[in-house]
């Protein structure tokens, strides 16, 4: 799927074929030659890094509004799973240019860099949304014209975050877990991780598996509107990563950056083989409603 030269269609409809394997066999797929360079995934891992480093009231000058998806979470604010009590993260999520940035002088070159990574995964996500139509017999552009304003966050919601796991001691509380089971909310989700590890994903017998970092491939998976779509071929795959058990990892900080993709806020989402084991949901009131339920001060 890289940028540059221009795929056969027999290629297209490999990675087509491969993509629809993985998706309905585990809901997640490693991908590689992707046309992102290290260079870009290892600067924007830095300039994260920076940011989370800061003292908390600096950070939390930039802290996400109510009723908005962009700026600064602080630690604890979203419980994805009840039941748990602390979820150790922190994170960053930036729509576009227009998103609650940090000033210069407290998080030099933080916001170029973040804008310098985002566009090419639009340009990626594009290019792979052709491949996910094509994956589930679809016309070429089915996808494509469901997320149209992909860089227009007041149209469509799709949005970059920025995760930070601080090194973990004096856990009392045994609920407490880096981020918990859940299944992201869109369509699909392209996660660039580092190589701390620690992410686990449920297959459909509930186990738990590893998704080992691979150097230089970014983990693709599948969210709840996309398995709407294709009626639970495509699994929306509940993930998690709990506190490592080995000392040296605890001490250890974890950085990921997950891209979300959603459709349009528009777009209405039904399964696309007629059956009614789905609700017809709208995108932009299926992603409020789940806010809600996992933000734990909007
Ligand atoms: O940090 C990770 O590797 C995964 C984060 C995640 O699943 C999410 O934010 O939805
Ligand atoms: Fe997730």
Known sequence: LKETGQPSKEAFRKVASEIHQAFSQIGFVYLINHGISKEQASSIFQKSRDFFLLPLEVKEKYKRLPNHYDGYLSPDKEILQSGVQTEM????SIGNSESIFPSQEDAPGFKQTCLDFLSPCVALCRRFLVVLALSLDLAEDFFLKRHKELTKYKENPSSLRILYYPPVTNVTDPTTVRCSEHSDFGTVTFLFQDSVGGLEVKTKSGEWIPATP?????????????????????????????VPREETKKRCSRSS?????????????????????????????YLSSKLKTVLTYI
Do not use: C
Request: charge should be negative; proline fraction near 8%; hydrophobic fraction near 45%.
């Open 89 to 92: 993260k922190e994170s960053y």
């Open 214 to 242: 691979l150097e230089g491939a970014i983990l693709v998976n599948v969210g709840d509107l996309l398995a709407i779509w294709s009626d639970g071929l495509y699994p929306a795959t509940p993930h998690r990563i709990l």
């Open 257 to 285: 950056l997950a891209y979300f993709v959603l459709p349009d806020d528009i777009v209405m989402v039904e399964p696309l083989d007629g059956s009614n084991r789905f609700p017809t949901v709208n995108a932009a009131e």
